[in-house]
């Protein structure tokens, strides 16, 4: 049996003719309810050495997002890897975007959002020989590859993101006939031998758009770095750099048709104030030359250890960190 909530007359009593209103009721939909939970749950707490510098706050371009991403990852020249790197990148990338603490922090940018989700799909050693160095062009070239021998078949290319990573010794530049590179300056082409770690972007293979991000093994080589090498084991280097791309990939994944297109409207989460740019660009460009402020080995909720960067938080005005 069901009661009338206080104040309100019985359907069966209220007059032929009468329209009734329910006074004093508020409801909304159960997912915002959950979503507001969560929210509630979260403390927000910016990295220590940083202080809130709002005006570079992200800002919702109304561009596409990805709250459900998948990902696989491809080792170029497989046969170069060592296992163990292979199974250390694995587990701690896909725990890092698994983990619900870090994901507490990127769930404000998606407004009613009860959760969102990063699913690893798994890795494939390639063959080959390695690359002397990799541009925005072999992007496209190793992508063509895997569409064609049928090793992307079944993939849903509007969620799943490609990861190329490039094996000890590659160099990775943004050098394109087309795509990003093309669009950069001459004096502003960016290489691995000057502080590049990765990127990420999309690529038109025939009538197929790919989402992809690509990144080097950043290390030291005869004292010179290569990438981003903060810590002394490489894999941890390139656990940080790909989890960097893939948060920018589910926050802003049409980065690079928006600069081809000259669209900002194909534009996510931006920021375009001086210093500025996507959700893992503003911490890097804050840290500076103090770049472990930043880049962190975080323990996950399962238990594990992670390497990762430091995400830009509007709620706190800069990188947030530690989590909960």
């Not at 496209?140 to 569409?147: M, R």
């Not at 094996?167 to 050098?175: A, E, F, K, N, Q």
């Not at 001459?186 to 990144?215: E, N, P, T």
């Not at 375009?272 to 996950?300: C, K, S, W």
């Amino acid at each position: 049996m069901s009661t009338a909530p206080a104040g309100d007359a019985p359907a069966s009593t209220a007059p032929v003719g009468h329209v009734q209103r329910r006074h004093g009721i508020v409801k909304v939909d159960p997912a915002t309810l959950i979503a507001l939970a969560a929210h509630k749950s979260v403390k927000r707490k910016i990295a220590p050495g940083f202080k809130p510098h709002k005006a570079l706050n992200l800002v919702n371009k109304g561009g596409k997002t990805l709250p459900d991403m998948t990902f696989r990852s491809f080792y170029i020249a497989g046969a170069s890897w060592a296992d163990s790197d292979i199974h250390n990148i694995d587990t701690a990338l896909s725990g890092a975007l698994a983990d619900p603490h870090l994901n507490n922090v990127l769930l404000q940018y998606y407004p009613g959002a009860a959760a969102i989700s990063a699913t690893f799909s798994g890795s494939t050693k390639l063959p080959g020989a390695p690359p002397t160095s990799f541009s925005r062009d072999d992007v496209n070239i190793v992508l063509q590859g895997l569409i064609n021998d049928g090793t992307l078949a079944g993939t849903n290319f509007d969620t799943t993101v490609i990861c190329l990573l490039l094996p000890p010794g590659s160099i990775l530049t943004t050098d394109a006939a087309g795509g990003v590179g093309k669009l950069q300056a001459a004096d502003d082409k960016a290489s691995s031998l000057q502080g590049l770690g990765g990127y990420h972007g999309s690529c038109h293979i025939g009538a197929q758009r790919v989402y992809f991000a690509v990144g080097v093994y950043s290390q030291f080589i005869n004292g010179k770095p290569n990438g981003i090498p903060v810590w002394p084991a490489p894999w941890k280097n390139v656990v940080a750099t790909f989890y960097h791309e893939l948060v920018e990939v589910r926050t802003d994944p049409d980065v690079e048709e928006a600069i081809r297109t000259n669209k900002d409207a194909l534009l996510g989460w931006y920021s375009d104030a001086q210093n500025g740019g996507e959700i893992g660009d503003i911490p890097i460009n804050e840290a500076g030359a103090n770049l472990r402020t930043v880049m962190v080995e975080i323990t996950l909720a399962n238990g594990k250890t992670a390497p990762i960067q430091l995400m830009w938080s509007n709620a706190v005005g800069g990188p947030e960190g530690p989590f909960a």
